[in-house]
């Protein structure tokens, strides 16, 4: 997936079905695929609902957009959310969007986006729907990005090292990875660790090795007990790359 740390992306949260406590850690992901140049909160701020969000705003520089609920029932606040990205769309001013949501009312957005050539990151909680998974290029499953709380008379450094729980099971692992690796593999059976990755996150925008808890592809792949690992010394370079077959 052709991207750059440079990219300008605006993050779109939806304050009413976001946590205000992994905000820190979403915004340190977005910083990984490019520049947030544009922060913006939606929901209707008069209410109580919101009122843990009050800190967080202040501290990341988000910028709330009060949205009254005008009819019991009906969300206006996905409504804003939309109005402002088709118009930060349309006025060429960022590379990319970052939807933050668990709601599949976006959906659509996240299609009109990718039709006109952008890139569109979700995040939201295990629970959202597929249909809107599947509409980003990629989508990240906020629970990964959860900083552990320390247990009675445990240091905040032991807890640093704890990795990411496991919020997915190796179902459906191995069929990505053999597609993947065949799509993708020279005569030898070998192929690049990193065309192999960007192609199983084509076929899944899910796809996250932090889901199966590993910080990286190379460290999930070792785990596979039908995947040989073989590293390649780069031609033009001292480092290492990694290549991988089916066994």
């Not at 952008?118 to 990240?140: N, Q, S």
Request: charged share 25%.
């Amino acid at each position: 997936m052709a991207q750059t740390q440079n990219s300008k992306l605006a993050v779109l949260i939806d304050a009413d079905n976001a946590q205000a406590s992994i905000i820190k850690e979403l915004l340190a992901e977005v910083s990984s695929h490019g520049v947030a140049t544009v922060k913006r909160a939606y929901g209707d701020w008069t209410t109580s609902n919101l009122k843990g969000w009050k800190e967080t705003l202040h501290k990341m520089a988000i910028q709330p957009i009060q949205q009254f609920s005008y009819t019991t029932g009906k969300n206006s606040t996905d409504s804003s959310l939309i109005i402002d990205a088709m118009d930060l769309l349309h006025s060429g001013t960022v590379d990319g969007f970052c939807l933050v949501s668990s709601d599949s009312d976006f959906t659509r957005l996240a299609t009109r986006i990718r039709e006109a050539g952008l890139l569109v990151y979700g995040f939201g909680e295990k629970k959202t729907p597929e249909r809107f998974v599947v509409a980003c290029d990629k989508f990240v499953y906020t629970e990964i990005l959860r900083v552990a709380s320390p247990l009675a008379g445990e240091s905040k450094s032991s807890i640093a090292t704890t990795p990411n729980p496991v919020i997915e099971s190796m179902t459906g692992l191995e069929d990505l990875f053999r597609k993947a690796i065949l799509a993708v593999a020279r005569d030898d059976g070998f192929a690049p660790l990193g065309p192999v990755g960007n192609l199983m996150l084509k076929m899944d925008p899910s796809f996250d090795p932090r889901n199966y808890g590993s910080q990286k592809l190379g460290e999930l792949v070792r785990k596979q007990p039908y995947i040989e690992v073989k590293e390649v010394l780069s031609e033009k370079s001292t480092a290492h790359h990694l290549s991988i077959r089916l066994k």
